[in-house]
């Protein structure tokens, strides 16, 4: 008899662990609180660990016809613009990890998974907030916020930051405001001068500020990301309309490239980056975490998708290999939870570089800038982005459960 499996959330996590557990013949029915789909933010860098997925999943093809594949990632002095190093991307990525280095738009990519569930025969429920569960060894019953509820053999949390699910699980914890913000928003290219923004990942690093731009959709759009530290954080929403002007100012001092990209844009969106500590338990008995529910990801890595990515797979593929629904859920922790909790870890790390927040991170790009000019900074950074990128879970999982640390 086929498992019915219940997620909490029809963002990318869950939409793509709807489609992986579809893929694997699971019984699969999403809810998702937000009455109409939509992916606020606008665009994603697909690393080549994600689309390793991705390609299993079926629909890479599809991804890579709305996305955009850069040449490089670029890091550079906000006012200079003297690069610290350049790790090529596009074709070298492909050869090197056996899978594309892309960026794509949060909605193109969210259409593409909707649509593989639909044709998979997933059920999407808008509209309904699943607030909490109880269960025994036997049952396990799912509560909706209108006092409904329902019977299911699983349930996955992937609901995001802010999960009733975790706190259901794990008791109610704020996440922590890290003193950040994040400027965010889309400008038509053919707003700007041609061959202003290099066709590449841009990062610009400067005091207390840095800033991201590439492109989308082929070239048509440019995405950026523009982080700030601020001291407090008093706003009930964790998103809204940004200050355009407000964004201008904070970075008017910053190299052209920037300003003249800020310059052309129309509108933003303004988010406060919350952070939680890595967990030491993503499950209980029948129920489940994944992507930003069990470990939020800030953007200083790039890798919040992808890791809510590399879930899914693995979690369809434990759960396929074991009929014992508390052993599959034990092994896909075993699997994800090192992994993830690293990358959450380096991810902060980057902010204090990203940021020059002392003396010794500013020592620190000096030294890279100093070993750019024999190229050793390049070689230096493509090592440390290896351990990301080139990790496939695909393949690993494909290997055995010795191979994953899983034998009994």
Known sequence: ??????????????????????????????????????????????????????????????????????????????????????????????QKYGADYLHIHRADLHTALYNACIN???????????????????NLTIQFDNNDSIQADLLIGADGIKSNIQACMLGKKPAEFTGQVAWRGVVEASKLPKGLIKPNANLWVGPGKHFV???LRGGDLINFIAVQERKNWQKESWNEPGDINELRETFSDWHPEVSKLLNATEQCFLWALFDRKPLELWSDLKVTLLGDACHP???????????????????????????NIENALQSYQNIRLPRTRNIQLNARKNAALYHMSSPIEQAKLALVSGLSRIGLSDRIAANKLDSIYAYNIVEQLSMGPVSMGLES
């Open 213 to 215: 731009s590439y492109y």
């Open 1 to 94: 008899m086929s498992k019915k499996i219940v997620i909490a959330g029809a963002g990318i996590g869950g939409l793509c662990a709807a489609l992986a557990l579809a893929k694997n013949k699971f019984e699969v029915t999403v809810y998702e609180r937000n009455p109409q789909l939509g992916e606020v933010g606008a665009g994603i860098q697909l690393s080549p660990n994600a689309m390793h997925v991705l390609q299993t999943l079926g629909i890479a093809d599809e991804v890579k016809a709305k996305a955009f594949s850069p040449d490089a990632a670029v890091m550079r002095h906000y006012k200079t613009g003297k690069p610290f190093f350049t790790v090529p991307l596009g074709d070298n990525a492909t």
């Open 297 to 323: 990801m800030l953007p200083f890595l790039a890798q919040g998708a992808a890791m809510a990515i590399e879930d899914s797979y693995a979690l369809a593929y434990c759960l396929s290999r074991d009929s």
């Open 120 to 138: 998979m025969k997933v059920t999407i429920h808008l509209g309904k907030t699943i607030q909490s569960y109880q269960q025994t060894q036997q």
